[in-house]
């Protein structure tokens, strides 16, 4: 008997499933994402340019990667940018339906594919920093489709006699556009081509013959066409996670997804039921809800979510539009413990709202590690804007191009070098830049805007975009080496200026007291002082604690006001108070009420581990 | 597949892009501008061998229409488009017709319905050939990372470039080794070396096709062989070796400095793996060894910076500037393999210069090579500029024509002496481009010309730096598979001659 009620299409009850799972992917994506796609698309470049298409054709997939890259950019936009994705996860999610024939009472099983996408992306998190396939925002969606669509021209072949011939066909003319893809596209045909199988035909046979088809097209182009790595070969265009444990977990949705699709052409119900298979999909039906409950738990789950990762993104977003009150808000906003980055960039800001002595200890100190399945460096994520933003230039621009030697050129690297390369007074180079960033659909205006500094080098001193910047770069050349170590090496290089504007004196202060050099300290506080007649309320802090500790200078010259003095004695008397010297016994009663003191920082922040 | 593609792709792109569609009459009537056209590349009266690829280039005057008009008498080329790209036979016919001529090149651009001709230059034609090939490394002007690092070769007389090794090829990415100093006998594409640093390292030689892989650092020498200089005539390789140290600048717009704490030279035998010691644990420093064409002498640069702390790394990077080197030279019995006394040959310590890369001209004649302010690694140094020597009369050559405000560093002969490629930084400050000169039989260089290339604006999107071009007489035949085949092996130990 034949069963047409499982091919009606989309009811109502459906349809309200269907709108509650996109809905809650597009609000996903829009509230907790919106900021992380902005960073893809600044990390990633496409240009409009044949060349730039040409350069995607040296390796499998390539053109998947082009096509990526085409898409990541409308991210510049989020919600035009996570729209296109929905509408590519619908086309999806229909090719599912289509090719494994999940309409009516399995629809539910098509939540499972879509799920193990959307994770794809979601899943990245700080790995964006690193991957050098930084558009697989919508490359490994678009290889699902393509690989999708094999399969359902797959479901058309009847004939037997064509089926290697189409495997051949897909795998020798598709590899070189969607990569592994075209080659898991073929497995999956397979079991299609089984689950259709008439009683003459031998799965060994044809699996066999597919096995070999694909390793033939693999070793075949490897050899005589693209002159990569054999690995990369195979793998092309999967990002470059590491093949180990600890970055199983990015490779799972993955490995799930073909495992899925293999199941399903095994699987996919034929147009005869037996008693057995009606079950399964009464079974099927049923379980709708609790499938589409299990999928969005699985995005939920399974998505990178880090507020302070989300607050680092909001951050540099505000730092380079220069909204620096926007970005401490940000960063005060952080209920949870903060990042080595949030601390660093947390100081650039205040130095320049000129909050420094005032509110650098009103924010937490923290020293949470990036929350990445592999070890990121503070310098692969914060030198750009860090060395930037403080005058660093030579060192920002090294690390861009350490970085685009790295990962390749991209969008943010192009533009602090761009700036980079103004302000050291590299005109030349920095219109090489311009010219590649005009050539983008989003950027050109940024570029256009900065293309004027070429053309009119005399007003780069003075412009804002400029001008806090270049004020920071007035200290004499020397060789130097930051080793990697961003933080330490800033706090060093700054503690150790002995000359240099009343700006750069300043951060000198400030970093002498982040390192608790109390030699250091004090000509730097008199000196600020002499020459800005003024103590913000932290110097101040300080110079009674050294005072107190050291007995060796006076500071009378220094005016300390007596709420500090006072505000200090009754901090002394509660250590008096407790007859420990246990920091974590004492902690919590200091924290209350002085937590936003430089003497709380002095004795109770120790052992600030930087990475 | 790659190339069909990108042929299909670009041809229909040059048709869009109206490179060639356009009307190619030479118009009759048009008004006089009496300067030159800007254009990039500049070719501008030019010396080019009649055997170059020919020299696109693209217009940047504001125009409708774009003309360029190639005469010698009554033979006449012309190519329109805003973008002036030759075909490349006829190219190659017309500059073969005229060898030892002078060919007049004239711009023209339509503007406003009105056709300008700019004040027109020209192209000498040289009889003499420029080497078939050069061989260069692909690399970003980067500071310490690297990921996709090639050596390739470019046939000069057509656009074609192929890889003759790049490290995308190994099978992991933490095993992409940083491949350096290729090196050639005798222009020979078939007898070479390069250097593969970090995981699998050593240095790659191949000798008439075969390969091997070689680890020189042994016993108390400070390094493996750094800068190498293959002897014309022997299986002969003479290597500086060198405690390399990089550090940055911290507000310098030449960003980097590489300085040795401790350098030395050494003699390699290709047959008997062998490593014969010429300078050792000398106070001097000593690098960049080179050959005369007879092999009877090795050029190098010695500097005398006397070194006052045990921790020499510190005290050289703190006095960079004080640490300058001159060209000394030794002779060398080609039989017993011994060497003579130092002899001066260029004393730029003494007027306050560091002079590095001294290069022989074929006949032995004249001594190239790059003076700059101080230091060794040249290519980082704004003030570096090339010089040259008439080694039988001791005169310096005024070779003023070759140099910029920037840098201008590696350079190296062409087989017949004609051509000296270099590589200067004019174009942006920052990007490696390499440059062509003519130097006649009477000593005189002939303004240099920028590497050729289809796309006249290859350059300006081309984020590499070529590094190090060298003539070759032919293409490398090794394929970049057998190379990394020999690369994966564990090297063979060399033996140092007792």
Known sequence: MKNTHEFKTINYYTLILESIFFLSILLWLKYQYSDFFIKAQELSLFLNSFDFFKSFLDRPGGILLYLGSFLTQFYYYPILGITIFAALLLLMQWLVISTFRLKGKLFGLSFIPVALTVVTVTQIGYMIYIIKLPDMMFTQLIGVIGMLLICKVSTLIKKSEYRPLWIAVTSVVLYPVLGIYALAASLVSICIFFRQRTSTYNILNEAGLTLAINLAVVIGYYHYIFKISIIRAWLYPLPDFRISSSELILWAPYISLFITFMLMGLFMPSDIKNEKESSFLNLCNKLKPVLLILSISYIYFFSHKDDAFVTELKVDRAMENQQWKEALGYIKDLKSEHTRKLVLTRNVCLYHTKDMGNKMYSFPEGQRLPNAPRPISLVSLSSRPVYYNWGKFCFCYRWCMEDAVENGFRVEYLKYMTKCAIASGELRVASKYIRTLKNTTFHKKWAESYEKFITEPDNIANDPSFAPFLVLNQFDDYLDGDGSKIEVYLLNNFSNLTKGSIELSEVSLVSSMILKDIDKFWPRCFYYYNKTNNLPKHYQEAAVLYEYLEKKVDITPLNISPQIKQRFDSFMKLTEYFKTDDVNVLRPHFEKKYADTFWFYYFFENDLKTY | ?498
Not at chain 2, 37 to 63: C, D, H, M, Q, R
Not at chain 2, 233 to 241: M, P, R, T, W
Not at chain 2, 305 to 311: L, P, V
């Open chain 2, 1 to 498: 597949m790659k190339h069909l593609l990108s042929t299909i792709y670009l041809s229909a792109f040059f048709c869009f892009a109206g490179c060639s569609v356009e009307n190619k009459t030479v118009p009759k009537e048009f008004k006089e501008n009496k300067k030159f056209a800007a254009t990039y590349p500049k070719y501008f009266l030019n010396t080019v061998p009649y055997n170059i690829a020919p020299l696109n280039f693209k217009f940047t005057e504001e125009g409708e229409q774009f003309l360029c008009k190639l005469s010698c008498g009554d033979d006449v080329m012309v190519a329109s488009g805003e973008k002036i790209i030759f075909n490349e036979k006829k190219w190659s016919e017309f500059l073969n017709r005229n060898k030892g001529k002078s060919i007049k090149k004239e711009l023209f651009v339509k503007n406003q319905g009105e056709w300008t001709r700019f004040l027109p230059d020209s192209i000498t034609v040289s009889e003499s050939p420029i080497d078939e090939y050069i061989s260069y490394r692909m690399i970003e002007p980067s500071y310490v990372a690297y990921e996709d690092i090639s050596i390739r070769q470019r046939n000069l007389s057509s656009f074609e470039e192929s890889y003759i090794y790049f490290n995308r090829v190994m099978e992991k990415d933490n095993e992409s080794n940083c491949i350096n100093c290729h090196s050639y006998k005798n222009y020979d594409p078939n007898t070479f070396q390069f250097h593969v640093r970090q995981l699998k390292g050593g240095t790659v030689i191949c000798q008439n096709g075969d390969l091997k892989k070689v680890d020189m650092k042994c016993d108390s020498l400070i390094s493996s062989g750094v800068y190498p200089a293959w002897h014309p005539n022997k299986n002969l390789i003479a290597y500086s070796i060198n405690d390399t140290h990089q550090v940055f600048h911290t507000r310098n717009n030449q960003k980097i400095e590489v300085f040795d704490s401790e350098s030395d030279l050494i003699l390699f035998d290709v047959d008997k793996n062998e490593v014969i010691p010429i300078f050792e644990n000398t106070p001097e420093l000593e690098v960049f060894p080179f050959w005369s064409p007879s092999g009877t002498e090795l050029y190098y640069c010695v500097s005398n910076f006397e070194k006052s702390t045990a921790d020499l790394r510190d005290e050289v990077r703190k006095k960079y500037k004080e640490i300058k080197y001159d060209i000394y030279k030794l002779s060398f019995d080609t039989i017993n393999y011994t060497f003579g006394e130092p002899e001066i040959v260029v004393n730029a310590s003494a007027n306050g210069k560091s002079a590095t890369l001294p290069r022989i001209s074929p006949d032995g004649k004249y001594l190239l090579y790059t003076e700059g302010d101080y230091g060794v690694f040249h290519i980082w140094h704004k003030s570096s500029d090339l010089k040259m020597l008439n080694l039988e009369t001791g005169k310096n050559i005024n070779v003023r024509t070759l140099n910029s405000n920037d840098v201008e560093s590696y350079h190296s002969w062409s087989s017949n002496g004609r051509w000296i490629i270099f590589s200067s930084r004019r174009d942006d400050g920052s990007f490696t481009r390499p440059y062509i000169a003519h130097f006649d039989e009477n000593g005189k260089c002939r303004r240099p010309f920028i590497l050729p290339q289809k796309d006249p604006d290859f350059y300006f999107d081309c984020y590499k730096s070529f590094n190090i071009p060298e003539f070759m007489t032919g293409p490398v035949n090794v394929s970049a598979r057998e190379i990394k085949k020999v690369i994966d092996k564990n090297p063979i130990k060399a033996k140092r001659k007792l």
